[in-house]
């Protein structure tokens, strides 16, 4: 893999895993799509410039000695969730963590990543933590460090600033004493922290736009106010950012925030005595957008002390000879965005080059050799290679091996080869994701904004070549069940089997043979083009025809701001075929083997079970007394973040709990009754969150579960737990799967993690399981090619593809949302054909035209003219 730099770093395949079940992970990336960089800087032991460590929000810490040009892991260091680094004039790295962005993907609360103080680099790269600094509690003041600035003059002076706290110390960090200023401090929420180069000007922002200043070296402080400080502004700033220049330790330069608004930059010449505006908010300089003033990345150049760069939601460059430019372009894999808006966190440049500039975003590192010479023309272009640092909160894996993640920033998407570690992104709305098993071409995801895009569930019938969205039409509509508009984030959940005897459906099976009762017999299911096991219960003639219950059943779980929706043939567009089954709104969902039962977990701490799914049939949309509901009670007003279900026992099922204040609480629980009665067990220190679990598909003693400090499993049922990570590390975990690989008896564990992409353990597959996965970049295979002409069409189109043997054809015309129009199917003979399809009375728009042979599948756009 790109990612393995073998002069500095390993190669991410665990070597040996560490708890119960001895787990060996190996990433699969994206190694080429960086994720949320939260920390820049540059070694300023490199007289060249180009050595840069990067920390990530949930993720660690990486390091290139190229300029970028490829990354490698540091490795374990204890949390992941990094907020600031610095770095002494003696080169120690200086890391604070805790990043306090309450993380929502989709309606699973992820909470804060809670930090644990400062971390600190040696010459060596290897981690240490000042222990000083210990979070114990989650309302410890060390669990979000802000800034830290290091005495330029005495490296054994630090001053670190909090949530709501700052500290200072004379030994290095060893001890701490807490910095009370009248009048400013306890602040609600503390920032920016900068210390001049003579080691006596300190700068430290603090909420609502108050800013302290100190001119001894930290021994005293002052508030700095227009009344006394002539020029400095009265802004209610939430993330005000400070630069100072070595040469003039009396100069400062500062990016103002107005609330969540960028207010304009000001500097001084006479360490904060006065201050000069160099340039006020306007139309066409706005960085932060419309409200993205906590970001606020800032940079002067080196080159020129009025040439200035600020980025939030956009990025621009100032001076008083162009006055704001914007930057016009960013490149990515797979897109250009213009006027990008792609969350800066921070900045830097090359002392040495002022042209080389760095940005550090929630879309990874870009780099320009262009910011002083010609910002209006300049390219700035991702820096990703080995920085596998993407934050997925749910993924999906095809039956081939190819993963599919989903994330919260602006390509929400992204999907790999089977083998490789290169991502790219596909063009869908943001939300969960998942991969039919059973026909390979059917993905799903849904829409992330619960207010505009409620109706829309996303799916492709063509291997992610295209997607179109479709629900019913009645889901957060009529009948009673409107949505409010901006309700929180949709969610999904496929459940595919085919072990479904006990449902409603069925099919007819014909003996060819005679046949005994007792014999296993193959039968083609109604729902897709697979087929599935029966035991006959009769002795069968040849040509005798049995009515069999249709065990094969792929049903898509959609949950919407006013309740549950099942879509009971996700693979066939049906319609209706949506049921509203409750108006409870979960965050996790799990179903039992057979899918007649589905579990739901609330943000409130219960349990909903519903049974009886597999008998539910079309008759109206509120399908409420067809099914039975319970409600269990786990830990009244705890979040439940994830939910399994035993796969041979639908009665025992485990959820995982959230939140951190509930010290000494158990963070899982089990239920072997059916969620009637809980046991509870204590993951980690400080009952820490815990967000997915799984039972293990080929052995039901088997737990697995992701927190906030990475895996931990059972191999006794929950009884006694350990750590399973590996070269993992303990990092976030947001959701497991256990995905059949190439057969059904083949399934393969993968993780989704924050901001360290996917990654995958054959360790539970069973032994002769065919796990070889092709390193060459997907392509979505066809299986054979159609044409369309004409094409805009008005009356007619003709289809024409060639078979190379003769078989049963099936073709599906659909609209945009999904919605099934016009079948044929045929038995055509080898050679060149044409099937004419009428298109009269169709409206104007696009549709999709999916030709299937065999097992393999075909879909093209069709676009109806006026």
Not at 110 to 125: F, P, Q, R, V, W
Not at 209 to 230: A, C
Not at 324 to 353: C, H, W
Not at 469 to 492: K, M, Q, R, V, W
Request: contains cysteine.
């Amino acid at each position: 893999m790109k990612n393995c730099i073998a002069m500095l770093y390993a190669c991410l395949i665990s070597a040996a895993g560490f708890g119960q079940l001895n787990l060996q992970w190996q990433n699969i990336g994206p190694d080429n799509l960086g994720g949320t960089i939260t920390a820049l800087i540059i070694d300023n032991r490199d007289t060249t410039g180009q050595t840069l460590y990067a920390g990530a929000m949930g993720g660690g810490i990486w390091k290139s000695t190229n300029g970028a040009a490829s990354w490698g892991y540091l490795g374990c260091m204890g949390n992941y969730a990094i907020n600031c680094m610095t770095q002494s004039n003696d080169g120690i790295i200086y890391i604070g963590t805790g990043f306090q962005k309450y993380y929502a993907p989709g309606l699973i609360p992820y909470n804060e990543h809670l930090g644990n103080g400062i971390y600190y680099l040696d010459s060596a790269d290897n981690f240490a933590h000042l222990d000083s600094t210990t979070v114990t509690n989650p309302a410890s003041n060390w669990s979000s460090v802000y800034g830290i600035a290091v005495n330029p003059v005495n490296s054994s002076q630090i001053i670190a600033t909090t949530s709501n706290s700052i500290f200072k110390s004379l030994n290095k960090g060893n001890t701490w004493s807490e910095v009370t200023i009248a009048g400013a401090m306890p602040a609600n929420g503390v920032g920016d922290v900068k210390w001049s180069s003579n080691g006596l000007n300190i700068y430290i922002s603090l909420s609502y736009g108050v800013m302290v200043r100190s001119t001894d070296g930290g021994n005293t402080w002052s508030i700095l106010r227009n009344s006394s400080n002539p020029g400095y502004p009265n802004a209610s700033g939430y993330n005000t950012r400070i630069v100072l220049k070595d040469a003039w330790p009396d100069m400062a330069f500062v990016s103002v925030a107005r609330g969540t608004n960028f207010w304009g930059i000001i500097k001084t010449t006479n360490a904060g005595n006065t201050w000069d505006t160099v340039a006020l908010a306007s139309p066409s300089f706005a960085p932060f957008g419309t409200s993205q003033g906590y970001y606020n990345a800032f940079a002067v150049s080196p080159a020129d002390t009025d040439h200035f760069y600020v980025g939030g939601d956009f990025l621009y460059s100032y001076s008083p000879q162009t006055g704001p430019v914007k930057l016009p372009q960013f490149t990515y894999p797979g897109l250009s965005i213009t006027n990008p808006a792609i969350d800066e966190f921070n900045m830097v440049i090359n002392n040495r080059n002022p042209n080389e500039m760095y940005i550090a975003s929630a879309q990874g590192v870009f780099k320009t050799t262009q910011a002083f010479t010609d910002f209006t023309t300049a390219q700035f272009n991702p820096v990703d290679n080995g920085l596998v640092a993407r934050d997925f909160f749910s993924l999906a894996v095809s039956k081939s091996g190819r993963p599919m993640g989903c994330s919260d920033d602006m390509q929400s998407l992204l999907v790999g080869s089977a083998g490789g570690a290169d991502f790219s992104p596909v063009p869908t709305e943001l939300g969960y994701c998942a991969f039919s098993y059973i026909d390979t071409t059917f993905a799903y995801t849904v829409a992330q904004n619960g207010g505009a895009y409620i109706n829309n569930v996303g799916i492709s019938i063509d291997g992610l070549a295209t997607f179109g969205f479709s629900t019913d039409s009645n889901i957060g509509g009529p009948l009673g069940y409107n949505c409010p508009t901006g309700a929180g984030n949709p969610y999904l959940l496929l459940h595919e089997t085919k072990t479904a005897f006990n449902t409603i459906d069925s099919v007819a099976f014909v003996a060819s043979l005679n046949l005994q009762a007792g014999s296993q017999v193959i039968v083609a299911s109604n729902n897709a083009h697979a087929t599935f096991q029966y035991t006959l219960p009769v002795s069968l003639s040849a040509g005798d025809t049995l009515v069999v219950p249709d065990a094969l059943q792929s049903q898509l779980f959609f949950v919407t701001p006013c309740g549950i929706w099942v879509k009971r043939h996700a693979l066939l567009f049906k319609s209706p075929d949506w049921f509203y089954i409750s108006d409870t709104v979960p965050q996790c969902m799990a179903a039992s083997q057979d899918g007649n039962i589905l579990y739901a977990g609330t943000a409130a701490g219960t349990v909903m079970k519903i049974s009886g799914l597999n008998f539910g049939h079309y008759i109206s949309y509120n399908m409420a007394d067809s099914f039975t509901v319970t409600r269990h009670v786990v830990f009244a007003d705890r979040p439940i973040n994830g939910i399994a279900v035993d796969p041979g026992n639908e009665s025992t099922l485990m959820v995982t709990l959230g939140g951190y204040n509930y010290p000494n609480q158990p963070n899982v629980y089990k239920s072997t009754d059916a969620g009637n009665t809980w046991e509870g067990y204590t993951l980690g220190s400080n009952s820490l969150s815990a967000y997915t679990c799984i039972i293990d598909q080929n052995n039901s003693s088997h737990y697995i579960v992701g927190t906030e400090h990475g895996i931990f499993t059972s191999a006794d049922s929950g009884a006694t737990w350990q750590p399973d990570n590996g070269d993992m590390c303990d990092i976030p975990v947001y959701q497991l799967k256990q995905t059949p690989l190439f057969t059904d008896e083949c399934p393969v564990l993968y993780a989704a993690t924050s901001a360290r992409g996917i990654w995958r353990s054959y360790t539970l597959t069973p032994q002769g399981c065919n796990i070889s996965l092709s390193l060459e970049p997907y392509a979505v295979n066809y299986g054979f090619d159609i044409r369309l002409y004409p094409n805009p069409a008005t009356s007619v189109t003709n289809v024409e593809f060639t078979l190379a043997a003769p078989q049963q054809v099936s073709l599906q015309l659909f609209d945009i949302t999904g919605r099934l129009i016009q079948t044929i199917q045929q038995f055509l003979l080898q050679g060149e054909q044409k099937i004419e399809i009428n298109t009269v009375g169709l409206q104007p728009g696009t549709y999709l035209i999916n030709v299937r042979n065999g097992v393999t599948a075909t879909t093209r756009l069709l676009v109806i003219g006026e």
